[in-house]
């Protein structure tokens, strides 16, 4: 019999342990060309670029040396709020301050009306409203365009799922890891799902963040609106614990329990 618990106790023990291979990150994975430390990898070249879509959000600036014309293209206040803007939720200044895309692709602006952008780049999209501008008014008018931040949704094994906002114009996945919060020690590294968003639809894409290839990927910058799925292991944690350690803490405490209940009773017979 007491034997027979050791054994049990080894293989819980065995069943809980995890390599880590399975939870470093960029590693030099057997069957790739190893990238050494200190050597220099380029960005893969992407010949993909984001196009603006219905829903987007964009922050408009406007620069004219009419200061009168120029705050015809300001929403009221819009200056007074954009002091601050910072990379936590998804409810950013630019909700309140930019210019939604409809569902047909449009952006009402003042005194212009409706002006298509959706399937535009950024750039595009700045050219076609520079040029809708000096259409209607003599003066130049400076614009500049952007889209209210990078927009990315988690879910899965991180420790804060949800849709978050990252305020840069580019951003690894790296970055966005760290916004969601470190993957959890069950997350299957190996296989991180990311669904892009593409003019008219969208793909699933799977990377692994343990190959240290993942710096030359074409996914290694996020894009606006992309959704990242970490799966759970079929390995799974014993009782409520919250990690492997409590874990590991209940199967030794109640191991040990069942050892000192078999030792009292065989000291009674």
Not at 62 to 85: C, H
Not at 140 to 150: D, H, Q, S, T
């Amino acid at each position: 019999m007491k034997h027979t618990l050791i054994w049990i106790t080894f293989i819980l023990f065995a069943g809980s342990c995890i390599s880590n291979k399975r939870i470093t990150y960029l590693q030099n994975l057997p069957g790739n060309e190893a990238i050494e430390l200190n050597e220099f990898i380029p960005f893969a070249k992407v010949d993909y670029r984001y196009v603006l879509q219905p829903f987007d959000i964009v922050d408009i600036d406007f620069a004219s040396s009419n200061e009168e014309l120029t705050k015809a293209f300001e929403f009221q206040g819009s200056r007074a709020m954009r002091g601050g803007g910072g990379g936590g939720g998804a409810g950013d200044i630019f909700y309140f301050t930019g210019y939604s895309i409809d569902q047909d692709g449009d952006i009402l602006l003042p005194k212009l009306g409706k002006v298509k952008i959706a399937s535009l780049t950024e750039e595009e999209a700045r050219l076609k409203v520079q040029e809708a501008i000096s259409e209607y008014f003599k003066e130049e008018v400076f614009v500049k365009l952007r889209i209210g931040g990078i927009r990315f949704t988690a879910l899965g094994e991180f420790s804060r799922s949800g849709t978050l906002l990252i305020m840069k114009n580019r951003a690894t996945i790296f970055d966005a890891l760290a916004l969601a919060g470190e993957s959890s020690i069950l997350a299957k590294k190996d296989k991180l799902f990311i669904v892009r968003q593409y003019d008219g639809g969208a793909k699933i894409h799977q990377i692994n963040l343990n190959d240290r290839a993942l710096l030359a990927s074409e996914f290694y910058f996020i894009q606006p609106n992309d959704i990242l799925y970490l799966e759970p292991m079929k390995i799974r944690q014993f009782g409520n614990a919250d990690n492997f350690s409590a874990s590991l803490g209940l199967i030794v405490s109640v191991t040990t329990s069942l050892l000192l209940m078999f030792a009292l009773i065989s000291g009674n017979l």
